[in-house]
Nanobody, 120 residues
Framework: QVQLVESGGGLVQPGGSLRLSCAAS????????MGWYRQAPGKERELVAT???????NYADSVKGRFTVSRDNAKNTVYLQMNSLKPEDTAVYIC??????????????WGQGTQVTVSS
């Protein structure tokens, strides 16, 4: 099983920037997709951005042009650079990764989450 540990959250003023990191460890075989979801109080978890092992990215419309997801495959780490932050970006940001095994089964893993608060 893959363990995910996030870091980099915190309090930032509107218009500011933060960079989140998520490192995978454990029984790593072949991680395919890594990315970020977020969950605000009283709301459902939503996709923020994902990136494949080949570098293809996918973003939620609400963050396009402001957030950038990147990945270091050698370090099994995914990053989320967040610029021009807005109060509505306030949420717990949760790392995600899925892995395919030699028998073609796929297993998804979630991190514990890191709080991002955008407020003046």
């Amino acid at each position: 099983q893959v363990q995910l540990v996030e870091s980099g959250g915190g309090l930032v003023q509107p218009g500011g920037s933060l960079r989140l990191s998520c490192a995978a460890s454990g029984s790593i075989f072949s991680i395919r997709v890594m990315g970020w979801y977020r969950q605000a109080p009283g709301k459902e978890r939503e996709l923020v951005a994902t990136i494949t092992s080949g570098g293809s990215t996918n973003y939620a419309d609400s963050v396009k042009g402001r957030f950038t997801v990147s990945r270091d495959n050698a370090k099994n780490t995914v990053y989320l650079q967040m610029n021009s932050l807005k109060p509505e970006d306030t949420a717990v940001y949760i790392c995600y990764a899925d892995q395919m095994y030699s028998d073609n089964t796929v297993e998804g893993s979630w991190g514990q989450g890191t709080q991002v608060t955008v407020s003046s």
